[in-house]
């Protein structure tokens, strides 16, 4: 009967179901468009009437004069936050448009009602999800609309990162719901639906993060990357689709659920409303799940407590413990009692089988992960990565793979191998139990705050004459983190620790292994890959801050001791303080002169000993005496550099301080305008007659070759300058 009716007819079919939901909904639609009003309101007047800096924030809760705030600035702010409370309030209303839309099917006398209409299940599930849909795009779309029009109407277009925001909650919206329509054929009762839904965003992150912790706890060396951007952890998590992780796969999800739910739906008997479940498999993964979550939690809790002197046999006991109930407890809530708990327990008998074994397994490290370093004569090419040295910070563990083939040279390939057993060796040779589940609430914390730290990071990589690459990734962080939990990965017995301060962790337990793989980092081949010197004009985000110019001479002689050049005047807020024409000039002057030492930095065949990459490099080098006497700056004294300076003065011209720039316009990032800065510090050789031409051309330099003192980038004895140059 229904197949004889026409397009025309079934898409009425569908209109009459949304505007039937439509009268049910108006409620929570009035509820969503008064708090987003509200809302929009609130943050305009906050971003126009009081002070807004645009880079902290600070000022807008103080009375205090400051400079004035161009409107496109204020604009731009005002978007970012509105926008993102609009994403929070579309999920929020999202979630409860759905519950109502989709409780039908909980519900007999619904489900009669319904099946008696001229609709076919198939049809009346497909326009509940455009009901729910709509309800949820239609008004978030109204409101990104008010904000571009109030943007064009104050001369500032909307920026790309906000218009991208709305792609993220359009694609979430969909994924959220497609996922709880989907639940929801499966549930007899819209309970059972609302706490499978919470289990599936919650509780399944919150297991993985569990999983991914204990690898990096466990495998020293390991890194499975930041939680918030990671597939495995929000596959199942469609709240993640709203912060743009994985679009096309959510997309991909989103229509899987549907059409899985439709053909669940249309063999789903009429009497399976308001029992547990129509379909049970569903109930199983979750039970699974949270099982999981609450005995990983409390078996890493009696671990790193050394339950009965053994942190695997408290890990164990914890488990079970918190699993057990847990299952239960689950159990009789979807099922309404203990029915059919017997033929269930083989599940979780699996699970606590499987869990046990498997911690049991990377325990005992029967597979010699944390002590594997490979024998020189077995590695074709090698490669080690600092996110000190170089434009690598926010990507060293992404190219530590695509390094292994960076240095073929035996020579080069034992220091690495030297310094990778440095890293290992300041390590506790026999790792107890207990301090391994301890670092799981470290790796876990490291982890989750993922791009909001800062960390010191060493990778090395091999590629063995077998084919095989290893890799591994060490963090300093990471390592702190875990020492603040209780676990002491360090050789107390090492010269690096101080007993006067007790076991705490010190910040510069990897200056060691930079002095061993110094002459890796400071290497040509090195500087020439990784370095902000050789890829400052391959990346549009990455570019020249400023330029010192380092006269070679002792400062305290002479007040006038360096010149720079910067263009801070384009990050100026005050429109009327800018100066785009001079800052254009200066930009040009810094690139002229980082490509020019690039050039002869390329074209060096001998590669001076002087051309480091590090300011202290040449300390470590010559072995020169570290002064702790020097309390003003704690730094090497000044009579090793003055040393330096008469040993090298006849082969170099001046020092280089090259300051990078790289923006990052993304997520809070964005609303905070973060930017991150590298310095880098190079000795100028005689021979590098590309840069000295260009300082020259600039006045920087005099004819020969010392600093000019009346250019008008050279400025007096300034702090900053003198940290590094003492």
Known sequence: MTSTVSFKDKLKQIISVILWDLKGCKGSLMVYGILASVATVIIFTLVFV?????????????????????????????????????????????????????????????????????????????????????????????????????????????????????????????????????????????????????????????????????????????????????????????????????????????????????????????????????????????????????????????????????????????????????????????????????????????????????????????????????????????????????????????????????????????????AHNSILSIRKPDLSAKSKFCCVWGSMLYNAIGDYRYDEAITVAYKLNNGRTVTRYYSQSLLALANDFDYEPYDYTDDIYDESYGYSYSETDFSGIYTKAMSIFSSKQYIMKYSGVANADLNADYNVKSVTVHGMFNFSDDSTNSATIDNYSGYELDEEKKDPKADAVRNSMMNEINAAFKKDLKADDKYLNGVLYDPFALLYNDNIYYDSSNDEDSVYSFESLKYIRQKYSQDYVCKLDLCYRKSNTTGANYILSSYATDSEYYYVPKSYTNTIEILKKYGILNSDCTLNKNSEFCSGNDSDVAYYER
């Open 50 to 418: 009081l002070t807004a800096d645009q880079t902290t924030f600070t000022t807008l809760f103080s009375t205090a004069s400051s400079e004035k705030i161009p409107i496109s600035t204020k604009i731009q702010v005002f978007q970012a936050i509105t926008s993102a409370i609009i994403g929070l309030l579309t999920l929020i209303f999202s979630i409860i448009y759905t519950v109502q839309i989709f409780s039908y099917m909980h519900n007999k006398r619904k489900v009669d009602f319904y099946g008696s209409l001229p609709i076919s299940r198939a049809r009346l599930f497909l326009a509940k999800y455009c009901a729910a849909y709509l309800f949820s795009i239609v008004p978030m779309l109204v409101f990104m609309g008010i904000i571009a029009i109030i943007s064009i109407c104050t001369g500032t277009l909307m920026r790309p990162e906000v218009t991208h925001m709305y792609l993220n909650f359009v694609i979430g919206t969909l994924a959220c719901i497609s996922a709880y329509g989907f639940l929801s054929a499966c549930c007899g009762t819209t309970f059972n639906t609302i706490i499978m839904f919470i289990a599936v965003c919650i509780c399944y992150p919150l297991s993985m993060i569990f999983v991914r912790s204990y690898i990096d706890a466990f495998f020293a060396g390991s890194y499975t990357g930041n939680f918030s951007d990671s597939f495995i952890t929000n596959a199942l998590n469609p709240i993640s689709a709203y912060f743009g992780n994985n679009l096309i796969y959510w997309i991909i999800f989103s229509i899987a659920c549907v059409a899985f739910g439709t053909l669940l739906i249309m063999k789903r008997r009429s009497e399976r409303a308001q029992t547990s479940f129509a379909y049970y498999i569903p109930c199983h993964i979750i039970k699974v799940i949270v099982s999981f979550l609450a005995g990983m939690f409390l078996g890493t809790l009696f671990g790193s407590l050394n339950v009965f002197g053994n942190g695997l046999a408290g890990f164990v006991f914890g488990f079970i413990l918190a699993s057990a109930p847990t299952f239960l407890i689950v159990h009789m809530i979807f099922y309404k009692g203990v029915k059919q708990i017997v033929r269930t327990l083989p599940i979780y008998g699996g699970l606590a089988v499987v869990v046990i074994a498997g911690v049991a397994l990377i325990n005992f490290d029967i597979f010699g992960y944390n002590s594997f370093v490979p024998k020189a004569e077995d590695v074709k090419s090698a490669g080690m990565l600092s996110s000190t040295y170089g434009t690598v910070a926010d990507d060293v563990a992404d190219l530590s793979k695509k390094s292994a083939e960076d240095f073929t040279d035996k020579k080069d390939i034992e220091t690495i191998i030297n």
